[in-house]
Each structure stands twice: as structure tokens, then as C-alpha cells.
């Protein structure tokens, strides 16, 4: 397994719609392994292929206390969503900001998992807003953009801030 480096707003290739995976394969498991790998290390609850570089439709998450219930999902859908709420958002592509982003408290949802088998879930609270804002990572879409432009404008003079001091 291996670290992969996280791309950080406003990197254009965080705009990239991501293509779906035709066939789980050896290599597909491997970046899933190295997508866990990663998110655990940064820490996070929840990673996006897009956000490794990678332009394929995969995500990975765990919302568990304890950092023990990895889930996989390649190739995910929303089949269905249900009610609205707001909960405070970060990413690990935008780090160290956090604001509320509104977004279905429960959703049903369709994909593959690391051994190609489809299958369904229902997901609530937590898992259900990671599981929406890692797929919009797939179609190119940060929570930043659920957000004012004057919001957006501020995070990015921070960021780049922050760029300039580390570097």
C-alpha cells in the first residue's frame, strides 16, 4: 500500500468529472487499498479518487468511531433521498475549513464494492453526508460550492496564505 498525494482547492483537476470503472480489477483494489490507506493517514472520514488525481467514479469512507468500518463504493448512484438537514462539512482537499452545507439526511444508494459485486445501502446522518459529498468529488464538485461567492473568495485567499507560508 502506498500514501497518495491529496490535490487542494482550487486545483483544477478537482473539476474533473470523473469516468465510471468498466471492469474491478487487481489495479481497481489496489487504489482502493491506497485510497483507505490515505484517508486514514490524513485523517479524514471519507476520500474521493478525483481527490488522489485519479478521474475514476470511486470513494471510500468511515464515519465509525473507532476507524474500523472501511466501505468502498465504485461506481456509486443515489437512488433515493429523503428530508434535509444541515451539518458542518470539511475536506480533506480544503483543509482546515469547515462551514454548514445542507444535504438529504437519508439516501439509498447503488454500487460495486472492491470485488465487483453490486449491491445497495441505506445510509443516515453522518455516513449519508459523507457518502453525497465524496460523490460530488466524482462529478467535479467541492462543498465549497454549496457556498457564497464571497465564502469561497475568503477560503481561497486563506488557503493560498497558508501555501505561501509552507512552502
Do not use: W
Not at 24 to 40: G, H, I, N, P, S
Not at 84 to 90: A, L, N, T, V
Amino acid at each position: 500500500m502506498a500514501l497518495l498525494h491529496i490535490l487542494h482547492y482550487p486545483d483544477p483537476r478537482l473539476r474533473v468529472k470523473a469516468a465510471p470503472v468498466d471492469q474491478v480489477d487487481e489495479a481497481v483494489r489496489r487504489l482502493v487499498d491506497d485510497m483507505f490507506e490515505t484517508m486514514y493517514d490524513a485523517p479524514g472520514i471519507g476520500l474521493a479518487a478525483p481527490q488522489v488525481n485519479v478521474a475514476r467514479r470511486i470513494i471510500v469512507l468511515d464515519v465509525s468511531e473507532k476507524r474500523d468500518e472501511p466501505l468502498a463504493l465504485i461506481n456509486p448512484e443515489i437512488l433515493h433521498q429523503e428530508e434535509r438537514e444541515k451539518m458542518e462539512e470539511g475536506c480533506l482537499s480544503v483543509p482546515g475549513i469547515y462551514e454548514m452545507v445542507e444535504r438529504a439526511a437519508r439516501i439509498r444508494v447503488r454500487a460495486l464494492d472492491p470485488d465487483g459485486r453490486p449491491f445497495e445501502m441505506e445510509a443516515e446522518g453522518l455516513q449519508a453526508v459523507c457518502i453525497q459529498h465524496e460523490i460530488d468529488h466524482l462529478d467535479g464538485r467541492l462543498f465549497v460550492d454549496y457556498l457564497t461567492e464571497m465564502k469561497r473568495r475568503r477560503i481561497r485567499k486563506k488557503l493560498e496564505k497558508l501555501r505561501r507560508h509552507t512552502m
